[in-house]
């Protein structure tokens, strides 16, 4: 199995979820331990200097990720909506395995995104599931739903899935 090449999944959603492995129950961790390559755009200290210093000097241009998701969204909807759609897109076109979508319960920006990711990644057989997290998030029944989704990253990656 040496040129067995890993599942490559993309990681969307709020940039604190993303971010922090307390909060995202060690998401990365997980997945690397399933022999899954894990592919995010989202890091703490870019999303500062976009949203904090070149907000402040009135610098900021539109992300790649806003831009991509213009299709599908055509306005801010809050939060990190718009940039969840955007990389959910990016991942479509790149040919990445499957998405994988975490959020804060109850945010709304997020709730939007998700209907319309959903659309997009069934119109594109691409699997995606999604993670509302809270405080009462339980470990395992989150690894149970991203066992099930490896699989079925596994089943598509030999031919047996659709997405």
Known sequence: RLNHKPPKVALVGEVYLIAEPAANLHIEERLGNMGVEVCRHVWISQWLRVNIFLDFLRLRRREKAEKLARPYLQCFVGGHGQHSVGETRKAILEGTDGVIHVYPFTCTPEIVARGIMQKMAAKAGMPLV???????????GFQTRLEAFVDILGMKGKGKCHG
Not at 130 to 140: Q, R
């Open 130 to 140: 999604c993670f509302s997290m809270d405080e009462h998030s339980g470990e395992a």
